[in-house]
């Protein structure tokens, strides 16, 4: 039998799951790692911790099987600097540390202002999460540090150096390769207009700091992994709501390019392992709806879950929950729209988090009444889309169409 190690990287959980052919789990495992601080006192990953987990995970998982494939799922906007021995020369900086306002004006003042980078690379200007601005900021604020840096590899290709230098399949990072669907992820690195790394990645010798992208990918940006389930099952259009934190509108099938208007309201593109764009626009519900039911819970004594069991008609409690939760379904909708555009969309999937809510779901259906809305069950999307990206590298079986459970939501 087949089988294929998956490292699922997230910024709070560490995962590894084992795949069988038929992509069904035969293990897993999790563990949560105590933050560093970067030079500057900043809190960020540990790198050695990770290090160290990624090596013990695997040297574990080795000895209960044999492994015929492995590859990586990480979270974005996160770069790990090798100098020439392939070790770490700076933190991994965390995406939210602030940016130099005057750094920032220097950069979009060169290279033609902020409207016209964000949409030439379909990216919001976002700071440090913009992870090519961080190359930028080392450049200018730690010359020492960016003139060591030989390789810069999203945290997915790290990951996968780790395990490749590990087990002896690669002995230098290029080897490894970058990555199509980080680099095409609110970076300010890819034009995508050209299918290319943007003009001032090259004018500033940051384009020299990456290996050629690797093909099949190694290593894989953690929402376009999310989405790879869907497109090995359906081929019908369909807009994807994966719910969390965020709630991410992805539409594959939305060729319209972005507008500033788009742009202004959270809107982006994400480039799937193949290199086609995906459409996608953003909105915080998930954060919304944790402080709110926080507060909510307080003020009526009772539990944060309180949501999760069908609420007393008439009271005040469920009548404050249902007034929210109107609200912030009207601003997914919005959301959801903007990714949807003008594209043949009859379908739509929610994962995640509120594809559980009921209240949610009843409120999303109604407000699209000549779609059909689905809530979607898939086990650990993340990691199963970075197996399906390599199947047919591990897997002589067909792919199992029955990876995704769908609820149908109202008529």
Known sequence: MALILILD???????????????????????????????????????????????????????????????VSAYGASFVHLGEDGEPVAPLYNYLKPFPEDLKKQFFDAYGGEEKLALETASPVLDHLNSGLQLYWLKYRNPLIFNKIKWALHLPQFVTWVIGRKIGWFSRPAEVGSDLTSLGCHTLLWDYQQNDYHAWVKAEGIVAKFPPVSSPPMGLHDSSAALIPYLATFKEPFLLISTGTWCISMNPFNEEPLTAGELAQDCLCYLTYEGRPVKAARYFGGHEHEEFVNKLAKEHHTTP?????????????????????????????????LAIGGSPVRHIFVDGGFSKNKTYMRLLASAFPEMEVFAATVAQATALGATLAIHKNWNQKEINKDLIQLEKIGG
């Open 9 to 71: 990287i997230g910024k709070t959980n560490k995962k590894a799951f084992v795949f069988d052919e038929d992509y069904r789990i035969v293990f897993e495992k999790s563990e949560t790692l105590t933050e560093a601080v970067d030079d500057d006192g900043f809190p960020c990953e540990d790198l050695k911790a990770l290090t160290e987990w990624i090596e013990r995970t695997v040297d574990e998982i080795k000895e209960k099987f044999h492994l015929n494939a492995i590859n």
């Open 305 to 337: 879950d309180f949501y999760k069991q069908p609420l007393v008609a008439g009271t005040a409690l469920a009548g404050r929950y249902e007034a929210f939760m109107k609200k912030l379904v009207k601003k997914q909708v919005a959301s959801a729209k």
